[in-house]
């Protein structure tokens, strides 16, 4: 698969979708994971509070990091379309 195959494949999901996919679901919820896992690893003693939070609060990220992610793409998608009319 090309990059301008990869690029086409994100693009055709829309904005929402790809934010909750790539953002939300997959940095998210996956670091959020991670960083829990660490928390109770590093810490002698954990609450339940350090293990749910995370699950909120990296998400939230997530919506950040997919926004942005998706203005990146765009970019591409629309250079690439201009591109080809040339």
Known sequence: ??????????????KKRYIVRYGVLGWGLS????????TCYSKASFRLVDIIV????????????GGF??????????QALAGSTK
Do not use: Q
Request: glycine share 6%.
């Open 31 to 38: 670091t959020a994971a991670l960083f829990a896992a660490w």
């Open 1 to 14: 698969m090309t990059t301008n195959d990869k690029l086409e494949k994100a693009f055709a999901l829309g």
């Open 54 to 65: 995370p699950f909120f609060l990296f998400p939230i990220g997530g919506i950040v990091w």
């Open 69 to 78: 992610m998706w203005s990146f793409i765009k970019k591409k998608h629309d």
